[in-house]
């Protein structure tokens, strides 16, 4: 879990995917359109991605991808994430975080 708090602590937006996954695409994508460069971790090309995945769990994602970080912090995977968005509150903490500036 050190590892995990490690990498999400070092840039502003950290998302945990997996390559094959369409919500993990859909959810990068959605990020990319705001002008936001996240930093994404794709749990299935990793040689620690088991490791990584279950300490994701550990932290409460369920599911473990998508997973997305902001400030620092786990918001959510992909449900939040389009809640977060449809109620306007996505582009808020965006910018709160240094991750986009307009």
Known sequence: MEKVNKMVSEKPIVIFSK????????IK???YDFGVNPTIYELDEMSMGREI????SRLGCNPTSPAVFIGGEFVGGANEI??????????????SAGALWV
């Open 19 to 26: 390559t094959q996954c369409c919500i993990s695409h859909t």
């Open 29 to 31: 994508s959605l990020f």
């Open 53 to 56: 995945e279950q300490a994701l």
């Open 82 to 95: 389009m809640s977060l968005h449809l109620n306007s509150t996505l582009k808020p903490m965006l910018k």
